[in-house]
């Protein structure tokens, strides 16, 4: 390159690109969407010729669009390739090589145990369960990992196994995807655990991920209203122009769904789910998780409460369900469709403080109302009981009213469905 002019690249005769520095190049893009990296950058590079994938930074300097994407570096003729087809979109591009990893390196996983946090790259497969590869680029603290796929992702080195992360594992096991990543809820306190933690490890942002509201048919005319409703609950923004009905449909928020659009996603959440009853943590916040996502209360007697958690009966998901319950009575009911949490007055009174409800404040409040109301309940001395009927069955009631509240300012409920949350919870 001479003065910044164009000139022939010495990678193959047809094609040419100008050089922006020793990493920077705009590329010529072929009419198969295959893009030829300059021999001046690929020499900065200590790389091997035959099996190699680099990790590019590629912008839009018209559209200001940015990406990091990892690549598989093949050989033709005498160039080093890559395809361009998924940013065929691009205008204006340019490309900056990163690293260049031999592929081997790129599929190797290490298994590092820390207290407290599992270290991602221990837990991300090497391969998709169809088959496809998926290469792991460490970059300072930071992994991108990806492959053969329209979005890679950047990712936190570790997550910690702290109250929100284990809240999230929970939540994800009990209403996420197991083949798709996406999660489904119809409490914005759930939908945001949720989005907080793919905020946090995922570096994506709320705002640009997908969702879709599913309510009963009868709520056809609230499509801008329910819209309004999750928008500000959650701060969700790229919401489906169409509404999405099914008869059974009881929430009068509607339901969420969340789609996270990437097939990395779902296999790095399934990958942690598999392993995350091998390491030692405690398990509360996991159990609020999963109690919040499909357990419900039922009153089994009148002295005392069983939890039921619905589930699909496969076996890896009964063992995952006992060991998260491990020390708890259970067994299942309906056909393996349901896990039973068999729970007599002093373990449920020991259930009460751990709130395991607490991403689902219609639950919350069934299970404390009912609670209360148990004959040994009411009855009894203990201070701490007191101390929740008096103080924190107070904010509990007050939440639930609040959050019908606003239903009620949308015209999303009437006003004797608020008469009846007065009338089902109001025992103080």
């Known amino acids: 390159m001479e003065n910044g002019k164009w000139k022939r690249g010495i990678n193959f005769s047809q094609a040419k690109y100008k050089i922006i520095n020793n990493y920077s190049f705009i590329p010529s893009i072929r009419s198969n969407f295959h893009v030829s990296i300059p021999r001046e950058i690929l020499e900065n590079f200590d790389m091997n010729r035959k099996d190699s994938v680099v990790l590019v930074e590629i912008k839009d300097t018209e559209s200001k669009h940015a990406s990091m994407r990892i690549k598989k570096l093949h050989h033709e003729g005498g160039s080093f390739i890559i395809s361009f087809k998924a940013e065929k979109h691009f205008t204006k591009p340019v490309i900056r090589v990163v690293k260049i990893l031999d592929e081997g390196k790129a599929l190797e996983r290490y298994y590092r145990v820390k207290k407290g946090s599992i270290c991602l790259k221990s837990v991300i497969p090497k391969e998709t369960r169809g ?16 492959g053969y796929y329209k979005k890679d992702i950047m990712v936190k080195e570790e997550i910690d196994l702290d109250n929100d992360t284990l809240s999230f594992l929970g939540l994800y096991f009990s209403d996420g995807g197991k083949t798709a990543a996406s999660f489904t809820n119809s409490w914005p306190i759930a939908i945001n655990t949720v989005l907080d933690f793919i905020e946090k490890t995922f570096n994506i942002d709320r705002r640009v991920v997908k969702s879709s ?13 329910l819209e309004e409703f999750w928008a500000s609950e959650t701060g969700i923004e790229n919401i489906s122009d169409k509404l999405h009905f099914g008869k059974n449909s009881r929430s009068p928020q509607g339901t969420l769904e969340l789609y996270f659009c990437s097939q990395i996603i779902t296999e790095i959440l399934v990958s942690i789910l598999n392993v995350i009853n091998n390491y030692s943590f405690d398990r509360i916040p996991m159990i609020r998780g999963i109690m919040s996502g499909d357990g419900s209360p039922l009153q089994h007697t009148k002295h005392s409460i069983n939890h039921h958690i619905a589930f699909d009966g496969k076996d890896e998901n009964l063992e995952f369900l006992k060991k998260s319950f491990f020390g708890f009575r259970t067994y299942t009911l309906n056909n393996r469709k349901r896990f039973v949490i068999k729970s007599k007055w002093k373990e449920n009174r020991n259930l009460i403080f751990i709130d395991p409800y607490r991403f689902n404040p219609k639950n919350r409040i069934r299970f404390a109302k009912n609670f209360l109301l148990l004959p040994k309940t009411i009855t ?17 009631y007050k939440s639930i009213k609040n959050h019908y509240k606003k239903l009620l300012d949308l015209e999303l409920i009437q006003e004797k469905y608020m008469e009846r949350i007065a009338n089902g919870f109001n025992i103080c």
Not at 213 to 225: E, G, L, S, T, W
Not at 384 to 393: A, R, S, T, W
């Open 380 to 396: 009894s001395s203990d201070k701490e009981i007191h101390n929740f009927k008096k103080k924190q069955y107070p904010l509990i």
């Open 213 to 225: 509201i599913y309510c009963n048919p009868n709520m056809k005319d609230k499509k801008d209203v």
């Open 131 to 146: 088959g496809t590869p998926i290469y792991v680029i460490e970059d300072g603290k930071r992994l991108f990992v990806g």
